[in-house]
């Protein structure tokens, strides 16, 4: 079966095999921070890179590998945890102002 034929709707995957690996061309406009050196993906920073590495890797790994993977990885759920910090105010001052502007809407006889 073709990489195509997988992509159509109602394609049974699990008799496919394995998938076709990820497209990894490099655009005219883009530079290459880093490639990982036991496949030889490219990738936008050596963080991502890290972090491929550590988990397509992981038996291959060098101990600096391991200990870059590690601090990638804890530098990643930093990241993700501000970020989910940061959607929670959003939502709660959204909640708020919709609250405010019912309670606006109700006083004034608008509805």
């Known amino acids: 079966m073709t990489y195509h034929e997988r992509m159509l709707p109602g394609a049974d995957h699990r008799d496919a095999g394995e998938w076709p690996p990820p497209e990894t061309r490099v655009r ?34 060098s101990a600096a590998e391991r200990d870059a993977y590690e601090a990638a990885r804890d530098d990643e759920r930093e990241t993700l945890f501000y970020f989910h910090l940061r959607v929670v105010a959003a939502l709660g001052v959204l909640y708020a102002v919709t609250v405010l502007l019912y309670m606006v809407a109700l006083g004034g006889g608008v509805l």
């Not at 005219?28 to 890290?50: I, N, Q, S």
């Not at 972090?51 to 890797?57: E, K, P, S, Y």
């Open 28 to 61: 005219a406009d883009e530079t290459v921070a880093a490639a990982c050196p036991h496949c030889g993906r490219p990738f936008a920073t050596r963080e991502a890179r890290d972090l491929h590495v550590g988990d397509r890797h992981a038996d291959a790994c």
